[in-house]
């Protein structure tokens, strides 16, 4: 059996990126699981940072030091295109995909700036979500099944966000109610 088949792997994420009326909301649980454990209830895996003066909303799933490496090249990114995220995202993923420390990071990204919503991932993906929704994580079907059923309601983006995360802390053992919420103007 190899280590990573013996390890039972950090579990318990979801994250939801919810874009309604002007207002772009990143939102997520608190929990970390080891294996059938949850060693951390409260854990923010969302995040703000501010590269150039231009505010940009993170919220990360997976291994947490990978994604803390992934936010810093990212910031790194943004300072030498301050206020373009569609490129530094572009480029962040391109060397996530092609750099030899980069490719075996474990984690993916949702990124705004109030105007871009976007998932980035290891296999060099930048993705634009449809219906202005995007989720991941453990727990992030069943956000974004909720959220694209509420979508359409009279509930702004972070009531949205909020709602949709309750449902999947209902349904996924691997998400929480602790929630971090960030929300940004376009």
Avoid at 21 to 45: E, Y
Wanted: with cysteine; proline share 2%; charged share 25%.
């Amino acid at each position: 059996m190899s280590e990573k088949q013996k390890f039972p792997g950090w579990h318990g994420t979801t994250i939801i990126g919810v874009k309604k009326g002007g207002m772009v909301v990143v939102a997520g649980d608190g929990q970390v699981s080891l294996g059938q454990t949850v060693i951390k209830g409260s854990a923010r895996k969302v995040r703000r940072i501010s590269p150039g003066g231009h505010d940009v909303v993170c919220g990360f799933a997976g291994s947490t030091a990978d994604a803390f490496t992934l936010l810093e090249r990212l910031e790194a990114k943004l300072q030498a295109s301050p206020g373009q995220l569609a490129k530094a995202s572009v480029e962040l993923a391109k060397d996530w995909r092609t750099d030899k420390y980069l490719r075996n990071l474990e984690a993916m990204l949702i990124v705004t700036d109030g105007r871009d919503l976007f998932v980035i991932t290891g296999a060099g993906d930048v993705l634009e979500p449809e219906n202005d929704i995007a989720a991941i994580g453990s727990g992030g079907n069943y956000a974004l099944a909720a959220a694209r059923a509420l979508i359409d309601s009279d509930g702004d983006a972070e009531g949205i966000a909020r709602r949709a995360l309750a449902i999947a802390a209902e349904i996924c053992v691997y998400t929480n109610g602790n929630l971090t919420v960030e929300t940004i103007k376009g």
